[in-house]
């Protein structure tokens, strides 16, 4: 039996489902500002005083503990797109980064061209990935940022079949070939107020692995993450892509 007051709450509730319509409408506008060139893909929301750290192609057992060293000093939480080959071979550093508060995404198991791959192909990497991370770290990853940034629609639509969700960036310069840490902030500082005139947070992309080669000195990346840290802190709230869901 529903009483009178019960009914309230129900039509209460059902006046907030609706502004909670409204308010999703306006959020996946505000978040995905590409859509229409990238597909549906998650960029960075209108929030001007938030910057999102995310790091690509590891785990990597030189460079992502001095990554997780700068952050912990900083008391800064970022965003790890790992390979699952990566990860399987090092279970412990992915779980250091996961108890630091990180967030951890899908970066593929290979890093192929996935706009060249079959739709299993593109399954599989997805798939093995996700069940690596989740064994290693108990928790199902929520994101996926395709290798490469490589989109076709198919790409983005399995990794949704999946319950992950899509992540491009607006900010990046090749700081794999970069050996200037100073000239990689400057450029992703730069970057970054572009995006802030646009009116967007800032998602901004570095590489604290090698998808080609372990070995590659990510020490410029490294020590550019932490010049932005130092650039921003004063102004700007560091969060993990899960605060822009
Ligand atoms: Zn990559």
Known sequence: MISPSATGVYAGLGAAACAGLA???FAYAAIWPGSRIFGEALVAPKRLDELALTFDDGPNAMWTPRLLEILARNSVRATFFLLGSRAEAQPELVRRIAAAGHLIGNHSWSHPNLAWSSAARIREELTRTNEALQQITGVRAKFFRPPFGARRPAVFRIAREMGLMPVLWNAMTSDWSEPSAE????QLTKATEGQRRRGHAANIVL???GHRDPAANREPSVTAAGLLIERYKATHRFV????WR
């Open 23 to 25: 308010a999703g409408a």
């Open 183 to 186: 000239r990689i902030a400057a």
């Open 207 to 209: 590489h604290d692995g």
């Open 240 to 243: 993990t892509l899960d605060a």
